[in-house]
């Protein structure tokens, strides 16, 4: 019996069991508090997403939906009254208009659609107008203060880049958006591409995959709202791109922000005939900006027109990926 208890009160044997003893408080006092706090997330997640047009829960396999209230702000009348005829005359403007947006950066951004337009980056006078009204500043992150109108891409954290301006721009001006036109957009990410949208019509979708940058970006939009009312339209859901968005379909243009092998299907089969689609195709690291162009005879046959708008130029964008974390390819 003593021998027995001897062995069993060892010092190794007193070691391991403080050991567990410690691990087991340290779980005890802190899992409830991370799962209380993930809880509370995603309480707070549910219940921003909750009402009439939920389409689901967030997570992988099912979808989250934001679905403000369309047509409450119409955000291209605003675009016409600013006048772009002078950088004096547009800082003045938008000074007048309460928005807050910083001396410093409104040059900064004035520098750069000045310097798209002899580039042919930007190309309509609405284009235009969209660029300069949306604040590149809000939607870099904190990681990236110094750079907001740096003409490159940054990161924007869960993998995901905020693109360099100037191919916003030319996939912006590819597209043509007249008011009214129904968008959507492949990839919300930063929520900056949106943004300008948001000036060009009022009817604006937007799908993110990553579900935390999903709600990040949801929230950014809300914060901005009161001085950015034009952002209150844009329509945001958690889910696969890759499908699209067949509750709204169909769509007069589509813009695609993450890189793929092929044009989807179900993209396709949601743009309307005379629509346009503008999405970085090509292999991994090396992507083509192809502006895909719909057309249906009076038979109903289907004809798609590519074109290269960059002319050869390859750009780089991360890699369209499914709900797994796969990449889509058309290659078996």
């Known amino acids: 019996m003593a021998a027995l208890y001897y062995r069993t009160v060892s010092f190794g044997v007193v070691l391991s069991l403080i050991g567990a003893l410690g691990v087991g408080f340290m779980l005890g006092a802190f899992l409830p508090r991370l799962a209380a706090d993930r809880h509370e997330r995603v309480v707070d997640y549910e219940e921003a997403i909750a009402g009439p047009e939920k389409e689901g829960t967030a997570g992988s396999g099912s979808a989250g939906e934001m679905q403000p209230d369309a047509?409450?702000?119409?955000?291209?009348?605003?675009?016409?009254?600013?006048?772009?005829?002078?950088?004096?005359?547009?800082?003045?403007?938008?000074?007048?208009?309460g928005r807050g947006d910083s001396r410093d950066f409104m040059e900064e951004r004035w520098a750069l659609a000045a310097s798209f337009l002899k580039t042919g980056e930007l190309n309509r006078p609405e284009d235009l107008r969209a660029f300069l009204l949306s604040p590149?500043?809000?939607?870099?992150?904190?990681?990236?203060?110094?750079?907001?109108?740096?003409?490159?891409?940054?990161?924007?954290?869960?993998?995901a880049t905020i693109t360099d301006p100037d191919v916003v721009a030319m996939m912006t001006t590819t597209l043509k958006i007249k008011p009214?036109?129904?968008?959507?957009?492949?990839?919300?990410?930063?929520?900056?591409?949106?943004?300008?949208?948001?000036?060009?019509?009022t009817e604006v979708y937007t799908i993110e995959i990553i579900e935390p940058l999903f709600i990040e970006t949801d929230q950014l939009y809300h914060n901005l709202e009161g001085a950015f009312p034009s952002y209150s339209v844009?329509?945001?859901?958690?889910?696969?791109?890759?499908?699209?968005?067949?509750?709204?379909?169909?769509?007069?243009?589509?813009?695609?922000?993450?890189?793929?092998?092929h044009i989807p299907p179900p993209l396709l089969k949601q743009l309307k005939a005379g629509g346009i689609m503008v999405l970085p195709l090509g292999p991994p690291g090396r992507q083509y900006i192809m502006e895909v162009k719909k057309e249906a005879s009076e038979e109903g046959d289907i004809t798609l027109s590519r074109r290269d708008v960059y002319?050869?130029?390859?750009?780089?964008?991360?890699?369209?990926?499914?709900?797994?974390?796969?990449?889509?390819?058309?290659?078996?």
């Open 234 to 261: 844009i329509k945001r859901k958690l889910g696969d791109g890759y499908y699209g968005w067949e509750k709204y379909a169909p769509f007069d243009k589509i813009i695609v922000t993450c890189s793929i092998d």
């Open 71 to 97: 047509g409450i702000y119409d955000g291209p009348v605003f675009a016409r009254s600013m006048p772009i005829d002078s950088m004096e005359a547009w800082v003045s403007w938008m000074q007048a208009r």
């Open 136 to 159: 590149r500043e809000h939607f870099v992150r904190a990681r990236n203060r110094g750079y907001e109108y740096a003409d490159t891409w940054l990161p924007i954290g869960y993998g």
């Open 180 to 201: 009214g036109e129904k968008v959507l957009e492949i990839g919300t990410g930063s929520g900056y591409q949106s943004a300008i949208l948001s000036y060009l019509t």
């Open 311 to 332: 002319n050869g130029m390859s750009v780089r964008f991360i890699p369209f990926r499914s709900e797994t974390g796969s990449s889509y390819s058309a290659s078996p």
